[in-house]
Nanobody, 115 residues
Framework: QVQLVESGGGLVQPGGSLRLSCAAS????????MGWYRQAPGKLRELVAR???????NYADSVKGRFTISRDSAKNTVYLQMNSLKPEDTAVYLC?????????WGQGTQVTVSS
């Protein structure tokens, strides 16, 4: 099992940057995959970025070149660096961890991109 706590959300102007953090309650070294999802009002939850324990990453097409996911095993933390933010990036961002056949979620952090 693992508990996940997100932080770093907030209000930012279009073109700005934010870095989200997801702190895990245990070592993430052997966690198969950790990722970030987002859910906007009235929309389905969607994958934003995922980082696997072997080092591979994948991104939604809408964020490629703007967002970067990284894992810091020493700090048991996963980050999502978000640059060149757009109003359509506004959503609740949720951290996700897959351990074996189990999936765990954080409570989410709100990101609002608006002028």
């Amino acid at each position: 099992q693992v508990q996940l706590v997100e932080s770093g959300g907030g209000l930012v102007q279009p073109g700005g940057s934010l870095r989200l953090s997801c702190a895990a309650s245990r070592s993430i070294f052997d966690i198969n995959a950790m990722g970030w999802y987002r859910q906007a009002p009235g929309k389905l939850r969607e994958l934003v970025a995922r980082a696997r324990s072997g080092g591979t990453t994948n991104y939604a097409d809408s964020v490629k070149g703007r967002f970067t996911i990284s894992r810091d095993s020493a700090k048991n933390t996963v980050y999502l660096q978000m640059n060149s933010l757009k109003p359509e990036d506004t959503a609740v961002y949720l951290c996700n961890a897959v351990i074996g056949i189990e999936t765990y979620w954080g409570q989410g952090t709100q990101v609002t991109v608006s002028s």
